[in-house]
């Protein structure tokens, strides 16, 4: 087994240096909290870190980190870190694989733990979080976030509640958003968490539920991917660029095809 290195991540928040922060664990119902960590930051502001694909949880007392880190070339402001060789997402792909195979909840491909999964720890004074997930996010309020919606812009939220255009195809019509932030934003975000970049829905019986996504990814080297997801986020075609919405109406059109079909079937 390589040795676990740890790389800093550097966010725009800086998480207070003395306060403890408080973590929650938890499905959303009934107004409960999101799965996340709340923190006070330096400057006397709220913060919170959520997850993409969360998968593991480890909440540990300690001044010093877990893994062997160089102190003396650290930068300052930095409390985020990724652990690379981590054993800890080894042990849990092990796991994922052994006992659910192409039933893993995220898209039913338990190999993208290998790819895309990263194992985190976020440092706070006398303590660490270590946390297995796809991706993370911040947000900054003048108030606390515990308990509160995701703000406004992250990217864990719809984008269809924007104004849509829509193209037809035997006879059915799929509305799509497009996201009014600009693509090198998106693609310096990616580097945190999946970024949308469209969003699709197909109107049936005079009702339209977003089943397609077109999400940005970056790969272990940086370079950009687009992937046209389905309802559950399976990846049905990648694309090693920025793809637009030529590039995936063909398959979109197709699934057009199979519905307007068992529509035709089932005479509606």
């Not at 993409?52 to 102190?71: A, H, Q, T």
Request: charged fraction near 30%.
């Amino acid at each position: 087994m390589k040795p676990e290195i740890l790389h800093r991540i550097k966010i725009p928040i800086i998480a207070d240096s003395v306060l403890s922060p408080q973590v929650h664990y938890g499905n959303v119902h009934h107004h409960e909290p999101i799965t996340g960590i709340y923190f006070n930051t330096q400057d006397e502001h709220y913060g919170r870190i959520t997850f993409e694909n969360f998968d593991s949880l480890k909440v540990c007392r300690g001044e010093m980190l877990p893994i062997d880190y160089d102190w003396e070339t650290h930068e300052r402001g930095v409390w985020i870190f990724k652990v690379e060789n981590s054993q800890w997402l080894v042990d849990r792909y092990t796991y994922e694989k052994k006992h659910y195979g192409g039933s893993y909840e995220f898209g039913g491909d338990v190999e993208e733990m290998k790819t895309h999964f990263n194992h985190y720890i976020f440092s706070f004074h006398d303590q660490f979080v270590e946390v297995i997930s796809r991706g993370f996010w911040f947000e900054k309020s003048d108030e606390t976030l515990f308990g509160k919606p995701l703000q406004k812009g992250h990217p864990f939220l719809t984008i269809s509640d924007m104004e849509y255009d829509s193209f037809e195809e035997h006879t059915l019509t799929y509305r799509y958003w497009v996201h009014k932030v600009s693509i090198e934003e998106l693609v310096h975000n990616a580097q945190f968490c999946t970024q949308t970049l469209m969003e699709f829905a197909l109107e049936l019986d005079g009702k339209a539920r977003v089943d397609h996504r077109l999400t940005l990814t970056l790969d272990e080297e940086g370079n950009v991917m687009t992937h046209l997801c389905g309802y559950f986020g399976n990846k049905q075609v990648t694309f090693p660029k920025i793809a637009n919405i030529e590039d995936v109406k063909p398959y979109l059109k197709k699934y057009m095809k199979e519905v307007f079909d068992r529509r035709q079937k089932m005479k509606k």
